[in-house]
């Protein structure tokens, strides 16, 4: 059974910081993995999607990163804002969706 | 416009009822989903359909019973109400999940609390 971690669970910075948010999968044999941001009395907004044959994509100040082979994933976010505040959720596709448990950002002004 | 929309966002009500929450998409998507978020914020997936057809099923109570009168709509009704039942429930689109590329996109959430 597929089981997704998300380390930290919560992450404070001050603003303009560069930051790193793990993600770690139990099965690689997904077919692809997102990142997806929860702001409070919103649905999820999809970051990034990385097919299983990539290793990374890049969104302006997000880059994502995937290695299967060790069933990790990474979500760089260069220059902290605050407007990045949310939880981050990582999520890997075999058959199903299966997320982790977020990672919730606090960037102070 | 909201792409996926869901109603209601909220919903309280007694242990025994029958409710239903409607989710509706505006993207031209094929694939509609209904997730639950679980106590340890983890959302696992329910149904699954694809065009007005069943694809996913996963193991959940009789009681919960997804309907799709068209590729446009995906709602879930649920009877005799349990406590357990207690959660929030998302709804979702993909363009066609036989791609396994295509990314989802979730409605808000509907927090139902079951009293």
């Known amino acids: 059974k597929q089981e997704v971690t998300q380390i930290p669970a919560a992450l404070s910075v001050p603003e303009g910081e560069n930051l790193v948010l793990n993600c770690s999968f139990t099965d690689s044999a997904i077919y692809n993995l997102q990142w997806f941001r929860r702001d409070p009395g919103k649905g999820l907004t999809s970051l990034l999607l990385i097919q299983s044959s990539q290793r990374e994509q890049t969104s302006g100040r997000l880059n994502a990163s995937l290695d299967k082979s060790s069933g990790r994933s990474t979500l760089y976010i260069a220059a902290s804002q605050p407007g990045d505040s949310a939880t981050y959720l990582c999520a890997v596709e075999i058959n199903m969706l299966t997320f982790g448990g977020g990672t919730r950002l606090m960037v102070k002004p | 416009d909201t792409a996926v929309s869901q109603t209601p966002k909220y919903l309280v009500t007694q242990m025994g009822n029958d409710k239903s929450i409607k989710c509706e998409q505006n993207?031209?998507?094929?694939?509609m989903y209904w997730y639950k978020q679980d106590s340890k914020k983890f959302l696992k997936i329910m149904f699954s359909y694809n065009n007005k057809e069943l694809i996913i099923n996963e193991t959940v109570p009789n009681r919960f019973s997804p309907k799709s009168p068209d590729k446009a709509h995906l709602n879930l009704h649920i009877n005799s109400l349990e406590l357990g039942d207690s959660a929030v429930y998302f709804c979702?689109?993909?363009?066609?999940?036989?791609?396994?590329?295509?990314?989802?996109?979730f409605g808000e959430g509907s927090r139902l609390t079951v009293l």
């Open positions: 993207l031209g998507h094929d694939t």
């Open positions: 979702a689109s993909s363009q066609d999940f036989r791609q396994n590329t295509g990314e989802l996109f």
